[in-house]
Nanobody, 120 residues
Framework: QVQLVESGGGLVQAGGSLRLSCATS????????MGWYRQAPGKQHELVAD???????QYADSVKGRFTISRDNAKNTIYLQMNNLKPEDTGVYYC??????????????RGQGTQVTVSS
């Protein structure tokens, strides 16, 4: 069974940085787009950034210039470098992926999430 496991969250002061990682486990034949979403208290679930298998990226306007998404295809892992963090970046960050495994193909698979808290 394929799992997406996020790590790297934590508590940081405004202006600080964090680097999130999303590692995959299981038998994976191919992975398509991968991305990061976040759920903030009282707000809708939103796309933060995503990256295609060809390394095309897109970002939410609120994080452009501060966050960078990247992927290591050899490791089936993605990263989110978050700089100049703001209190409004607080939330649970979820890794998301489309993949095909020995059990079939799945769209929008999601990990358990990692908490990011930015204090002012």
């Amino acid at each position: 069974q394929v799992q997406l496991v996020e790590s790297g969250g934590g508590l940081v002061q405004a202006g600080g940085s964090l680097r999130l990682s999303c590692a995959t486990s299981g038998i994976i034949f191919s992975i398509g787009a991968m991305g990061w979403y976040r759920q903030a208290p009282g707000k809708q679930h939103e796309l933060v950034a995503d990256i295609t298998s060809g390394d095309s990226t897109q970002y939410a306007d609120s994080v452009k210039g501060r966050f960078t998404i990247s992927r290591d295809n050899a490791k089936n892992t993605i990263y989110l470098q978050m700089n100049n963090l703001k209190p409004e970046d607080t939330g649970v960050y979820y890794c998301n992926a489309d993949y095909c495994s020995n059990r079939g193909c799945v769209r929008d698979a999601r990990g358990q999430g990692t908490q990011v808290t930015v204090s002012s």
